[in-house]
Every structure is written in C-alpha cells, then in structure tokens.
C-alpha cells in the first residue's frame, strides 16, 4: 500500500487554520473562592434543581422528579421519587407557603402539593368510612414549554406563569384557586382543592424565558431580544424592548438590571430606566462557552453554559463586567443559588460548590 506524505506547507497550514479556530482566554480576577463540596448522583441527566427549606428538588429526566433532603449524619440523601409520564422531566419549582410543586415535561406540565415537610406528596383524606382519598394535583401547559415562575397572590390564589414557543399566547397565566367542598349526598366528608383557570396573553414571536420581580416581568424572545412588561392584572403593559447580540434564551434581574443568557454571544446587561422608563442595552461580555441560563450570587452572575460547564461573572460595575473564573463542571444545564451554594444541574447529577467572596 503506497503511503501519502503531505507536504510541508500543507502541514503549515493545517496547523495555522486548526490554531484559528482556538478561542482567546479568558482574563478572570478571582474575585470569589469555589470548592466541590459533593455531587447528588440522580441515577440520569439532571435537567434542573430547585430549593426550598433544606429540599432539593431535581427534575432527573427519565428518572422523573426527585426530592434531596440532609441526613443526621449531614449527607444528602434521596427521600422521594416519582415519575409523571414516561417522557424525561425538564423542569421543577415550588410555591413554599401553599407547598404547590410545579414540573413539566417536554409533553405537558403537571402540579401536586407537597407533604408539611417538603419531602415528597400530601394526602388529603374525605371524612368518609371507606376513607377516600382526593388528589390535589393535575395538569397545565403543553408541549411547547419553556420556562415558569410562581406566586401567591393570597391566601386563597396562586399564580403561574408559563412561557411557551406559541407566538399567539406565548405567555400563559395559571390561577389556583383555594376551594372548599361542602359534604353531599355522595360524601359525608368536606376538603380542600385547587381549582386551575387559565388566560393567554399574546407577546409576539417565540418566547424561551422569563422572570419576576413585584409587578415586572422580564421575557426573552429568542432573536427577537428581551423585553421588559408590567403586570396589569392579567394583561402586559410593555415597558421597553431591545435586540440582543444573540438569541436570548434566559432573563434575570439583578438590582435594577436585566441580565440575559444570549447563547454564542455571551451575556447582556440591560439597565431599568428611572420610573420605569425604559430598558436600554448596558454592556455585553463573552466566556468560553454559550450561555444558556443565570443565576445570581451577591454581585457574581453564575452562568450556564451546557458543554463548557460554569462560568462566573462580576457584575458589580455593570458597565463594566468581568469574568471571574470557570467552574469545570461538566455539562451543565442550570443552576439554583441557595444561600453560599451553587446548586448544578448537570449531566453527572446535581453538584454542589460551596462560594464565597475572596
């Protein structure tokens, strides 16, 4: 078999094109020190984490939704396991106060109350001889969801918002409604249940992210930019609209800025007018990798950059922000901050780093 020598210049400029392609490093001040403390091993993919009162809650893809709580001897252990549909699990969050845990799959979103201590699902009982059982659960959204967040509005009335990729309702409103029923002919027993009522509000194209302050909402609209809206009962008054430099995936709010996940084009940061006059792009930055999702840590944006694991940024001169350092996390979809813990997401379960400033 006859052997194929490339030339020399060949060589030269396949390692001139292949140096090309490199990406520049990344400056970080190392403003914050970060260690592993352990890794929570879910058994698949964690595709998110939430957590309230000392529960992780942890939406495992095929698996389905998991509940982590800490040990006696200070581990973490799995207390709860449940499997929705046979479709992966995406998402999870919970309202604390009425304990309404909320997930979705790549199907349709479901919800169920929550045990007093947050470590898997209440039972509501009828007062009847034969004890029957009622279901404070059900369904809500569909196929297309994106991204939720959760409010209660009173003591009677919890709110969730839904973000879908339907451009005719791409946000839609969810309202739980404490009910009472009375004993009938049927049951001699009375109980509590959540009755669901839904309304569509339009916000124009695909819509991927969104998050909550007060009245304000903040969406990102994928090529379309970010926008920022005020809650007006169930309608959205517009505040501003900007473009992005890429696709905005994600919003958060940070003091009185939106930052946002624009995939290849890094991070944007947009400044609140005064009085609420306006959103007006600020500043952007790029880390080595695509931004997908933000969290936030005093004045670090944690950042979520799926192959290219974490990476944080200081933001305390919004003007001018700065990468911090990456986190070699695997691949990682989102994080959650609880107190100085950065909870990750990610293909290897959920790991956990414990940050605090330098």
């Known amino acids: 078999m006859k052997r194929i020598i490339p030339s020399a210049s060949l060589i030269y400029l396949t390692l001139l094109l292949s140096s090309c392609i490199k990406p520049d490093p990344i400056d970080s001040n190392f403003v914050s020190d970060v260690y592993l403390i352990d890794v929570l091993e879910t058994g698949a993919y964690a595709r998110d984490v939430f957590v309230e009162e000392g529960s992780v809650f942890v939406a495992a893809s095929q698996i389905g ?73 059900g369904l809500f959204g569909s196929g297309s969801n994106e991204d939720f967040e959760v409010r209660k509005l009173n003591d009677s009335l919890v709110a969730l918002y839904v973000i879908d990729r339907t451009s005719n309702d791409g946000l839609k409103q969810y309202y739980f409604n404490r009910k009472f029923r009375e004993p009938d002919f049927l049951y001699d027993g009375s109980y509590y249940y959540w009755e669901l009522s839904n309304v569509g509000t339009s916000t124009g194209g695909i819509n991927l992210g969104l998050d909550l302050r007060d009245s304000l909402m903040a969406i990102s609209h994928d ?56 959103l007006t792009h600020l500043a952007d930055i790029e880390v080595g990798g695509w931004v997908k999702q933000i969290s936030v840590w005093n004045d670090i944006a944690v950042l979520s950059c799926g192959e290219n694991g974490i990476f944080l940024v200081d933001v305390s001169d919004p003007e001018n922000p700065k990468v911090d350092q990456p986190i070699e996390a695997g691949y990682t979809y989102r994080t959650h901050v609880d107190g100085d813990i950065i909870y990750a997401a990610t293909r290897e379960g959920v790991k956990r780093y414990h940050i605090e400033s330098r």
């Open 65 to 137: 939704n998991q509940i982590w709580r800490e040990s006696a001897d200070g581990s973490m252990e799995k207390t709860f396991e449940h499997k929705f549909s046979g479709n992966p699990a995406l998402r999870m969050i919970v309202e604390p106060e009425t304990r309404l845990m909320f997930t979705f799959d790549r199907a349709q979103g479901f919800y169920k109350k929550l045990a007093p201590d947050m470590g898997g699902f209440d039972s509501v009982y009828t007062d009847h001889p034969i004890w029957i059982e009622t279901s404070e659960s």
């Open 223 to 278: 090529e379309l930019g970010v926008g920022l809206y005020r809650l007006n009962g169930v309608e959205l008054d517009t505040i501003g609209i900007v473009d992005t430099q890429g696709e905005a995936l994600e919003v958060k709010f940070y003091d009185s800025y939106v930052l946002s996940a624009n995939n290849w084009a890094g991070m944007g940061i947009f400044s609140i007018g005064a009085g609420l006059s306006g």
